[in-house]
């Protein structure tokens, strides 16, 4: 809903860039703006990664530790929760991993006890009717620790297709991606 001081702010915001833009020697201004404009479009939109370019980008910034971590979420044995087609399977008492389907995303707060340790959350897509699904990321607001979650596509894929499937993204998330056929 549009209200007076919303529209207030907005006209203000036209004004200060048509400032911006008036005077040839605003270069700097320019820049500036143009680097904010950047930086909030991409935080309000969900922007998946590829996981090997994020884990690259881990070790090219010298960030060992979360590289290892992450490595280690991603690739060694978990204690686990399964939440697949309704039915939940857990391995230990402190699981630190969810795997589960597009299609069990809705159902995970309330279907999902042992949620208080996990870090990551795989989802697997298997058909290319799954692509018609969302991943709501309010799906995930009881999982406290939840840093990371990672979509493996078993489909042939554009990756942009990724970053349309996520739906109230609050940024809390790192959003990973990998199209995965036939591993």
């Known amino acids: 809903m549009i209200t007076k001081s919303n529209l207030a702010k907005a006209v203000k915001f036209v004004n200060n860039c048509k400032f911006i833009f008036s005077f040839k020697k605003n270069i700097f201004q320019k ?12 935080f309000l939109s969900a922007q998946t990664q590829n996981v090997d370019s994020y884990l690259t980008s881990l070790e090219n910034s010298g960030q060992s530790s979360t590289l290892n971590h992450l490595n280690h979420l991603l690739y060694d044995l978990q204690s686990a929760v399964y939440a697949n087609s309704g039915e939940i399977k857990i391995y230990d008492s402190q699981p630190t991993a969810l795997f589960t389907d597009i299609n069990s995303i809705n ?5 999902v006890s042992l949620k208080t340790d996990i870090e990551i959350a795989t989802i697997k897509i298997e058909k290319s009717s799954d692509f018609n699904q969302s991943i709501d990321l309010n799906s995930f607001s009881g999982f406290e620790k939840l840093k990371y979650i990672f979509i493996i596509s078993e489909i042939e894929t554009n990756p942009s297709v990724f970053n349309n499937l ?15 056929i036939g591993q």
Not at 107 to 111: C, G, K, M, R, Y
């Open 31 to 42: 820049n500036i703006f143009f680097v904010l404009f950047f930086l909030v479009t991409n």
């Open 107 to 111: 159902s995970l707060n309330n279907s």
């Open 166 to 180: 996520i739906k109230n993204n609050t940024s809390k998330y790192i959003l990973l991606y990998k199209i995965s």
